[in-house]
């Protein structure tokens, strides 16, 4: 049960900011303490998808060292295709050493699969969470924003941002008392 719980352990302070933010929006009647409490709630389902993302021992997703050809028979950088034509030609030399059995080829075939055979055992890290993410606090920003905004606009009208005081408001100009 402690060996479970040291392997997750970094889950629990993401479940304790969960549910403050939660404990927060449900609780509170002040709008802008609400506005607070959904940041907290959404900073911590970020803090919970780049935890899932982590890859450890993975590598950045990064080719070094690579020679693209551009189209026009220059060389280039570029990162992305490495990995496949170096296994694109490993199958080729494999291929022609599978057809001419002469000693030489066949040890070139061994050296080629084994050069695939790294290419391949090398352990990436996904960027697409952290993008992912990237682009989630920039939205979350933006509705945090517009929800303050609002809270201004809601305070300018009638005087209050407490949720109670608010729920009055509205019933009596509904039943057009004046309370």
């Known amino acids: 049960m402690l060996e479970i719980l040291a392997e997750r352990f970094n889950y629990i ?5 969960m ?3 939660l404990y927060v929006v449900i609780a509170t009647g002040n709008l802008v303490k609400r506005l607070v409490g959904l940041s907290i709630f959404q900073t911590s389902v970020f803090l919970l998808y780049i935890t899932i993302g982590k890859v450890f021992g993975g590598a950045p997703p990064i080719l070094e060292n690579y020679k693209a050809d551009d189209g026009y028979g220059h060389g280039g950088e570029g990162a992305g295709h490495g990995a496949a034509e170096a296994g694109h030609a490993a199958d080729a030399a494999a291929g022609y050493a599978a057809d001419h059995a002469a000693p030489a080829a066949d040890a ?3 050296a080629a699969s084994d050069a695939a055979h790294q290419a391949t055992e090398i352990l990436y890290s996904n960027p697409l969470p952290h993008v992912l993410i990237l682009t989630a606090i920039v939205v979350g920003v933006a509705t945090l924003a517009v929800g303050l905004a609002l809270v201004v606009r809601i305070r300018e009208s009638y005087g209050t941002i407490e949720d109670d005081a608010l729920n009055a408001a509205d019933y009596s100009l509904e039943s057009g008392s004046a309370e």
């Open 13 to 17: 302070p993401i479940i304790i900011l």
């Open 108 to 110: 070139g075939a061994h």
């Open 19 to 21: 549910m403050i933010g």
